[in-house]
T-cell receptor
Framework: DTGVSQDPRHKITKRGQNVTFRCDPI?????LYWYRQTLGQGPEFLTY????????KSRLLSDRFSAERPKGSFSTLEIQRTEQGDSAMYLC???????????FGPGTRLLVL | AQRVTQPEKLLSVFKGAPVELKCNYS??????LFWYVQYSRQRLQLLLR??SRESIKGFTADLNKGETSFHLKKPFAQEEDSAMYYC????????????FGAGTRLFVKA
């Protein structure tokens, strides 16, 4: 197991387009987290899953954002009608259980033009 | 609501000097505190967590519930300690949501 992976690593898109990111967690981890990180800030919580269930979604997350983890394995994060303010690093992490160490992926850097 | 504050954005020390990275938190329930580190061109990774009470790479951190602090300390800084350090709090009651501080960049000068 090579750890948490994310795809793509970089994405440039035009304002108004939809984008989708994928995260593959460590295989035996049942918790999966999405964060957003902007310059000079720490990772900001977006949402997390236990297996396929989405347990919490940040109030900062607009309706343009949606995440899924259909079979309790990989997860996707979709942003519809992207805006320039969506430009950020999107991080995925997984953990064996809640409260345990999170293992992070390399992130997907999004640039909205 | 959970909150994590790291008051210093940048900390610069000389090699061999002691270092302390400050972290204060706000949370009414039972927290689990972590320090994560990001070295240049690497992904974010765990440095240590308070429940394990370990010393990793010479770093220690003590949870002070009275002062709601979890400061990271090392008696003798090394150049390879230069990195971005994030303090994080996971709420153990009500869902295990994790909140990160804004981070402190540590620069250890030769």
């Amino acid at each position: 197991d090579t750890g948490v992976s994310q795809d793509p690593r970089h994405k440039i898109t035009k304002r108004g387009q939809n984008v989708t990111f994928r995260c593959d967690p460590i295989s035996e981890h049942n918790r999966l987290y999405w964060y957003r990180q902007t310059l000079g800030q720490g990772p900001e919580f977006l949402t997390y899953f236990q297996n396929e269930a989405q347990l919490e979604k940040s109030r900062l997350l607009s309706d343009r954002f949606s995440a899924e983890r259909p079979k309790g394995s990989f997860s996707t994060l979709e942003i519809q009608r992207t805006e320039q303010g969506d430009s950020a690093m999107y991080l995925c992490a997984s953990s064996a259980t809640g409260g345990e160490t999170q293992y992070f992926g390399p992130g997907t850097r999004l640039l909205v033009l | 609501a959970q909150r994590v504050t790291q008051p210093e954005k940048l900390l610069s020390v000389f090699k061999g000097a002691p270092v302390e990275l400050k972290c204060n938190y706000s949370y009414s329930g039972s927290p689990e505190l972590f320090w994560y580190v990001q070295y240049s061109r690497q992904r974010l990774q765990l440095l240590l967590r308070h429940i394990s009470r370990e010393s990793i790479k010479g770093f220690t951190a003590d949870l002070n519930k009275g002062e709601t602090s979890f400061h990271l300390k090392k008696p003798f800084a090394q150049e390879e300690d230069s990195a971005m350090y994030y303090c994080a709090l996971t709420a153990l009651s009500g869902g295990f949501k994790t909140i990160f501080g804004a981070g402190t960049r540590l620069f250890v000068k030769a």
